[in-house]
């Protein structure tokens, strides 16, 4: 009896991963992962190898004289030479990557920076400690983890919605063969902005408020356009109430913290910077990134005024078509599924096409970054899903947007801009 008891014992944690791999979320969901993560890493150290790239001047700093970029120290600090992975993971110190580092070995100061919200700075200063002191790890553990979660989940929310594990296998794919899929991979916030809304989603569904509301809270502290949160889970909020029990308070009650989670996420942020007398978003975001906000569609006209004259740069085509196909995407998700769907991706769209960059001649962008904040667009996958549906339309959009991957992630790892 001593013997099997031990036997069964010892054998737990084999026994455990099997019955986990069983579920098809659960293996799709780490398979798909395993392969976006392993592909991107080799290549970005492939590429990074093959052709060698420095730092921009921006951010020269000598620690010797403390002369140079403030910034340039930071970026400095943030992968020690004999850190663990430290070769591994250099591809990836770029970019807004750099800058949430500087948040989480400095925290705010008096410049551009407040434009990144605190969450994932908090959690790469929780987790550097373990590292040997390379933020450059810890940022892509955390990124890397809740973009696995993000993957689970959504498999989970299609499972649901649809019960259909075909549709949701093809979801996955169709997001991580997507061109800017990388970014799911990088030390960015669009992994974990994903992974709490669609937690937020599921928690909802279930009418499990609070939860629902704390994850949207957290989401809106990942990237300040979580506020826009408010209007779907409030929709669920009020579709999972029965009309004739609006009367009870206690009901109404119970939903405000999915309704109004996000909105006292984005508000306690402002609220600190305020107290705290670091600036505002707008002076940020027009001093130091030429960003301001406009209606979408003055956003378009400049652009085709801009296109007619020939300076567009190339990335802002890529934000231009991309943007359009979500749209017809959206069309999409408004017909074929629930009213909530079609709230946040119209409410997504709108939100990601108000950024307008000033920048003059091919420095401007209407469109700025909209290649990368579609991949918030859980909604649009799923429509794609569902007109993608034989292997060789699959095999053709892979073909296309993995080559796309590609070219983009050495742009990315060589400091041009992409998204």
């Known amino acids: 009896m001593i013997r099997e008891t031990q036997w069964r014992w010892f054998d737990f944690p084999g026994e455990m991963f099997s019955w986990l791999w069983r579920d098809d979320a659960i293996r799709t969901s780490v398979s798909i992962f395993l392969v976006l993560r392993i592909v991107t890493g080799?290549?970005?150290?492939i590429q990074f190898a093959i052709a060698p790239v420095g730092k921009p001047s921006l951010l020269w700093f000598d620690p010797v004289t403390r002369v140079g970029n403030a910034s340039g120290e930071t970026y400095e600090m943030s992968l020690p030479p004999n850190s663990p992975l430290a070769g591994i993971v250099a591809p990836w110190r770029v970019y807004d990557t750099a800058w949430y580092i500087k948040i989480a070995i400095q925290g705010y100061r008096h410049d551009n920076g407040i434009v990144?919200?605190?969450?994932?700075?908090?959690?790469?200063?929780?987790?550097?400690?373990f590292l040997g002191g390379n933020y450059v790890l810890a940022a892509l553990l955390v990124s890397n983890l809740f973009c696995l979660m993000a993957f689970f989940l959504l498999y989970k929310l299609i499972q649901r919605e649809f019960g259909d594990n075909k549709l949701a296998t093809r979801t996955l794919i169709l997001l991580a063969?997507?061109?800017t899929a990388f970014y799911l991979m990088a030390g960015y916030t669009e992994p974990i902005f994903l992974a709490l809304t669609l937690g937020a989603f599921l928690a909802a569904f279930d009418q499990r408020w609070w939860l629902a509301g704390g994850l949207a809270f957290l989401a809106s502290l990942a990237r300040l356009q979580g506020i826009a949160l408010c209007l779907p889970l409030a929709w669920i909020a009020y579709i999972q109430c029965r009309p004739q029990r609006w009367t009870d308070w206690r009901t109404m009650l119970a939903r405000v913290p999915?309704?109004?989670?996000?909105?006292?996420g984005t508000l306690s942020y402002v609220g600190y910077i305020t107290l705290n007398n670091l600036g505002s978003f707008e002076a940020a975001y027009n001093d130091g990134w030429k960003l301001t906000t406009r209606w979408p569609w003055e956003s378009i006209r400049t652009y085709f005024d801009r296109l007619?004259?020939?300076?567009?740069?190339?990335?802002?085509?890529?934000?231009?078509?991309?943007?359009?196909?979500?749209?017809l995407l959206a069309v999409v998700v408004t017909v074929k599924m629930r009213p909530v769907y079609a709230l946040y991706a119209w409410s997504t769209l709108f939100v990601i096409m108000l950024r307008y960059h000033y920048g003059m001649l091919l420095e401007g962008a209407q469109f700025e970054s909209a290649f990368r904040y579609v991949l918030l667009l859980f909604p649009c996958f799923i429509a794609a899903a569902m007109l993608i549906r034989r292997y060789w339309q699959l095999a053709l959009y892979g073909l296309v947007t993995i080559q796309w991957q590609v070219y983009l992630l050495y742009?990315?790892?060589?400091?041009?801009?992409?998204?």
């Open 258 to 264: 999915t309704a109004v989670g996000a909105a006292l």
């Open 177 to 179: 063969a997507f061109p």
């Open 116 to 129: 990144f919200p605190p969450l994932y700075p908090i959690m790469i200063a929780l987790v550097v400690p």
């Open 411 to 419: 742009n990315f790892t060589h400091w041009h801009w992409v998204a």
């Open 42 to 45: 080799v290549l970005a150290l």
């Open 308 to 327: 007619s004259l020939g300076i567009v740069p190339e990335h802002e085509n890529n934000n231009a078509l991309i943007l359009l196909i979500m749209i």
